[in-house]
């Protein structure tokens, strides 16, 4: 009775808002059906539909899927600050970052349903009912450590909110060693995301032992960008209180994150281009495309313009110091980390393919709709999660604040009629 | 709401369900597809890992399978399950210097293995190189079309899976829908293939070809004699790749491309077998494995005859 109010509660809470929150729910909307029915034309033809082929056989999807990776271990890994530095809402930086993390995961692994050729069968790589190829396969490990992530995120933040509904303390001998669990768990699933592609000798563009060390930092960038603009956003919008010192914080580190990775990526450049062994080509084709296709050169520059300038604003006190500066900061440093994950990471591997033979790739409108489906999805489930969070957290929605209400409810029934 | 927005919404929604109803007949396929499945088809869904099933499971499998074909393309099929021979490990030769590029062996195994003619399929790529650049595939072309072949100044090496002794395609494939049979095949359950492409991304010579759409092949021109894990006609969605024809090695016949090529390039054998032709050639050819440095092993020779 009481989780079917709760249920109630909570529809109530995400149907209702203002006039920017219903455009905003009506515009994701629109993107998922306009995305869903370019779905259910691959669904249809079959992954023809997409501009994949034989020498390029993972794209745009997959490149998606590395990214969300990453958005979903930063997000988490945010709490090591969080508790060195001691900010205040601690409890709430965890909520939302785990808030994060759980839609990421699920976006993850949408993505690779989408790109699957027989997403029905997917439950052949489980253990038990199918054949699990455990401990071979990297992506039998990197299903299995993305679940255990997602279901370690969905107990700690259903716990944390269901105990606030309820009025009552949390279980800290519980929550605490499992939020401290996140932490190397959110390190480990882009790890092994990163050796998914990093072991394949085939794949000279990905073989190399910096692919690791890479993607978290590159994540470490991602995840904190969002997070610092929903901060500031919660913060204007609830009772969500954080102080500038600590998103300044959260910016630093960053800055750190993003040093770390410009030297790692000055090396593997050093490296590639000083030896100039035949794997040039991969490296060639990332900066200057080959012959007269240069789609790819154009994301990775701007990938490297948008890098640089948000290192460049979060470098100096002034600018990340700023407001408005560390914001612009820090959806530069979104888009081009999107931009590396999404598109320059995984189609160079595969432009020439292992015959020298190119491929030119570029996704085609169906991916682009699915994809779409799939981050509006996301979001609105974010967006609904969020909500009622905030409505626990800030705004006193509880059990008492059922009660009062149906308590109301009853002494206003004979007035109305 | 501003009546502006508001109309602004209007047409959206009417633009998205005029679109929306053009699907709707997709949709209500479907949906009776889900609900109208034979049992035979959900049977099909509930089946296992070829590779785990007995004897009796596997006959059964391939005994319906030949009816369903039998009846989809108007033929009298066969599907064996003719499982590896004791004492047999197939390897294979090529001599890179009689091979004139000229495809024949490409299209052979098209027509023996039932490859999709639209889109198209090749589990042979012939590839043409600069005779002063030596192997290097850098500028190496697959898609050259002279008039004529031999082209002056170049020579040809074909490429298919190499069925590697350690074949990485084998190690990465989550689902195990894809391992090394006993007689060194690596083959692939079409029927528990998830299509997730993590082998083609991981094998070193291309070798593996997914089936982006579904598959077409005139009915006139397709191969009834098949082997479950061969030839047999597949479906969208699962990847494929050379078995050394199954169908036919297991029953003690040459490959296609074998039995086709026109300059006697292609040599076949088993490998336990010392008086076997292949053995003849390790033991007097100079033989190497395309990029040994990988240690994926191939059972693959190339050599120089002449
Ligand atoms: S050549 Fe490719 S497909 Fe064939 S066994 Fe080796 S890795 Fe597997
Ligand atoms: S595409 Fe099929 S055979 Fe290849 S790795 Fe995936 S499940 Fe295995």
């Not at chain 1, 300038?309 to 110091?321: D, M």
């Not at chain 1, 979104?334 to 292992?354: H, M, N, Q, R």
């Not at chain 1, 996704?363 to 509006?376: H, L």
């Not at chain 2, 092949?217 to 494929?240: A, F, Q």
Request: charged share 20%; proline share 5%.
């Amino acid at each position: 009775m009481n989780f079917l109010r709760f249920l109630f509660g909570c529809f109530k809470i995400i149907t209702k808002g203002g006039r920017v929150y219903y455009s905003s729910l009506f515009f994701l909307l629109v993107l998922i059906v306009w995305g869903g029915l370019g779905y259910l034309d691959q669904l249809q033809n079959g992954l023809i539909m997409t501009n994949m082929r034989d020498s390029v056989s993972w794209g745009f999807y997959i490149g998606n899927f590395t990214f969300l990776v990453g958005v979903a271990a930063a997000a988490v890994m945010l709490v090591i600050p969080a508790y060195i530095y001691d900010w205040k809402p601690i409890k709430e930086i965890v909520i939302f970052g785990e808030i994060l993390a759980i839609c990421a995961v699920i976006m993850c692994l949408c993505f690779i349903v989408v790109d699957i050729g027989n997403p029905l069968r997917f439950w052949h790589m489980l253990p038990f009912v199918g054949t699990m190829n455990f401990p071979y396969s990297i992506l039998s490990w990197d299903f299995f450590v993305l679940f255990a992530y997602f279901l370690l995120n969905i107990v700690v933040v259903t716990h944390l909110l269901y105990k606030q509904f309820f009025k009552k303390h949390y279980n800290k001998s519980i929550i605490l060693p499992l939020v401290l669990l996140s932490i190397p768990a959110a390190i480990a699933i882009h790890t092994v995301t990163a050796f998914l592609y990093n072991a394949l000798p085939a794949r000279p563009y990905w073989n190399s032992a910096l692919l690791a060390p890479r993607f978290l930092t590159t994540a470490f960038c991602s995840g904190p960008a969002v997070l610092i603009l929903l901060f500031q956003v919660l913060r204007k919008t609830t009772k969500f209180e954080i102080k500038d010192e600590a998103i300044f914080t959260i910016a630093e580190l960053m800055v750190y994150a993003m040093f770390i990775y410009l030297f790692f990526t000055i090396s593997e450049f050093f490296k590639e281009f000083y030896s100039n062994t035949e794997h040039i080509v991969y490296w060639d084709y990332l900066l200057w495309g080959a012959e007269k296709n240069k789609e790819i050169a154009i994301y990775s520059w701007a990938s490297i313009i948008m890098g640089t300038s948000a290192f460049i604003l979060f470098l100096i006190p002034k600018t990340r110091k700023n407001l408005l500066t560390l914001n612009i900061g820090a959806v530069l440093i979104y888009f081009s980390v999107y931009l590396e994950k999404g598109i320059t990471l995984i189609i160079p591997g595969f432009t020439p393919d292992t015959l020298g033979q190119y491929f030119f790739y570029v996704p085609s409108e169906t991916e682009i709709r699915t994809a779409a489906m799939i981050f509006s999805g996301g979001a609105l489930l974010f967006t609904f999660i969020s909500k009622i969070a905030i409505a626990i957290l800030f705004e006193g929605f509880s059990i008492d604040s059922l009660e009062k209400k149906a308590i109301t409810e009853l002494k206003n029934k004979p007035v109305a009629l | 709401m501003n009546p502006i927005s508001q109309s602004m919404q209007k047409e959206e929604k009417s633009n998205s369900r005029r679109e929306f109803l053009k699907k709707l007949p997709v949709l209500a396929v479907g949906a009776a597809a889900l609900g109208g499945c034979s049992p035979e088809e959900i049977e099909e869904y509930f089946q296992q890992n070829f590779k785990t099933l007995s004897k009796e499971e596997k006959d059964e499998i391939v005994k319906n399978l030949e009816k369903k074909y039998s009846e989809k393309y108007g033929k009298e099929f066969t599907v064996s399950d003719s499982p590896a021979t004791e004492g047999i490990l197939f390897g294979y030769a090529l001599d890179l210097s009689r091979c004139i590029g000229c495809r024949k062996c490409v299209y052979a195994c098209v027509e023996e293995n039932n490859q999709s003619r639209d889109p198209q399929v090749h589990w042979i790529q012939v590839l043409q190189m600069e005779k002063k650049k030596g192997i290097d595939l850098v500028h190496a072309d697959v898609h050259y079309n002279p008039e004529k072949v031999p082209e002056e100044g170049h020579f040809y090496m074909p490429v298919q899976c190499q069925q590697c002794r350690n074949p990485q395609c084998v190690s990465v494939c989550p689902t195990k829908a894809t391992w090394q049979d006993e007689d060194g095949i690596v083959v692939v359950d079409y029927n528990w293939c998830i299509g997730c492409r993590y082998c083609m991304a991981a094998c070193p010579y291309g070798a593996r070809h997914f089936n982006w759409g579904e598959p077409n092949i005139p009915d006139e021109e397709i191969n009834p004699i098949t082997h479950y894990l061969g030839n047999r006609p597949r479906t969208k969605g699962v990847v494929e790749k050379c078995t050394f024809c199954i169908q036919r090695v297991r029953e003690g016949k040459y490959p296609a491309c074998v039995e086709i090529c026109p300059t006697g390039s292609r040599k076949f054998g088993n490998l336990l077998d010392p008086d076997s032709e292949i053995r003849y050639i390790l033991e007097n050819k100079r033989v190497l494995v395309f990029k040994e440095e990988l240690n994926t092993q191939p059972k693959f020779y190339y050599f120089f005859g002449v």
